[in-house]
């Protein structure tokens, strides 16, 4: 029977079971369309590294034998859709039977869902072997519950793959979780790495989505691109990464510094985002270069490092699968407010935000840490619309698809779904930013001061937010002495003029 595949451009798992066999009768089809380039500007890294990594994929699927089709951004034939697209070729190549992988994306699932509904060949689809869990395991796990504990999926992972684990399956080292040790500053006590970057000349990748008028964000570099775009890139960084960086991981996974943007950070989440390479393979060659180097890879580096992988990633996938779409229109804060133009530019007098934003703008890449506790508490401070941090997030990172995307903004970073994700609100006073950066030495404003001309607005805007969700927040156990304190500071009357300094930051958002 003649068959169409479509591959989507996160689906680039050379070890997928579709490509064992090398059938005649089956072709599969890669498409660059404008609906998956303008549902947000994107950033141009972004759009260029998965446009290469689609046309490399391609080729190495044409090499081993496979017969693909690929329709290019410019292709006069190209409909600009997935459905569109696939109804023509269906009818101009007479496919008898359309096949496709699980999109990860709510928005692509239901489109591919819609379509089959309407072919009049039969359609199939295939899980993309690429997850420690299925689609809707989470829900599973967490039935009948009101709480989707990160903490016990976690665990239930541990003890489902058999990770990490001694021969009673009981944790290595005695405990679960060895977060409370890798919060630390980077404190120069030892050398950070160079970024091991790939050189790649994209410029008429560059030159299309220039000549096709497509709306991107953000700079590149086309001569020297430096994004893994193949499998034996994505591999070639995942080694480098347990060879120089992992000894140091878990230490520093929350520090922040101004000289280096990607710290002890693997920078493997677009590769994994694509599915260049797989979380199996990462976690199982993480664990064995632990294994053979324990004097080198500490416990806690190593356990860190899986738990992001199998805890978090998987994590965030199981309650965006669970809660779509639903989701995606959550505002526990019922917050209205625009997004600075700013973080669009970077050019704000807050040194974090600054630095964090540019560097986001040249790299398309931010570590978890700057995008929670800089960029992501702002936000939520300053009562950003949970739908403009959203577009933000998923357009300016290169690693940005919605699944793992929504979950961390709209959950994590905005507690715009009252605690689904989070147990409290992340935010913060200059104070931990001081503590895990170098960003406050060099600030126009004073990280000590709450109010004045030069007071860090973080600190007003921190106890405007309590002061404000008061009723909401109140009961949280999580947020600790955050009330007592505001009653103290009603009580002298120091809150009044700190409200009073936050009320005008926040009119005043787009001059800080």
Known sequence: MKTLRLILGDQLNINHSWFATIDPNVWYVMMEVRSETDYVAHHIQKVVAIFAAMRNFAHQLQRIGHQVIYITLDDKNNRQS??????????????????????????????LHELCLTLSIPCQEFDTEHFFTTRHELGLIFRDQKQYLLETFYRKMRLKHNLLLDAKQKPLGGKWNYDAENRKPY?????????????????????????????????????NFSWSLSRKEALALLEYFLKNLLPYFGTYQDAMHTDYPYLFHSRLSFALNVKLISPHEVIEQAIAEWQQYPEKISFPQIEGFVR?????????????????PEYAQLNYFHHQNPLPSWYWSGETRMACLRDVITNSLRNAFAHHIQRLMITGNFALLAGVHPNETDRWYLGIYADAFEWVEITNTRGMSQYADGGIVGTKPYVSTAQY?????????????????KVGHRACPFNSLYWHFYFRNRQKLERNLRIGIVYPTLQR?????????????????LQNAESL
């Open 82 to 111: 997935f459905p569109e697209n696939i109804r023509w070729l269906i009818q101009a190549h007479h496919f008898q039977k359309f096949e496709y992988q699980l999109p990860d994306e709510f928005r692509v699932d239901k489109i």
């Open 187 to 223: 404190d120069e006590k030892v050398k950070v790495p160079p970024p091991l970057l790939f050189q790649h000349r994209v410029q008429p990748l560059v030159e299309l989505l220039q000549k096709q008028n497509v709306k991107t964000i953000g700079s590149i570099d086309s001569e």
């Open 308 to 324: 992001q992988i199998l805890g978090w990633r998987e994590y965030m996938r199981g309650i965006y699968w669970l809660k779509m």
């Open 433 to 449: 930013i001081n503590k895990m950066s170098n960003y406050c030495h060099k600030c126009f404003y004073d990280k000590n001061q």
């Open 489 to 505: 500071m009603e009580a002298n009357g120091e809150l009044a003029s700190i409200l009073q300094q936050a009320e005008h930051y």
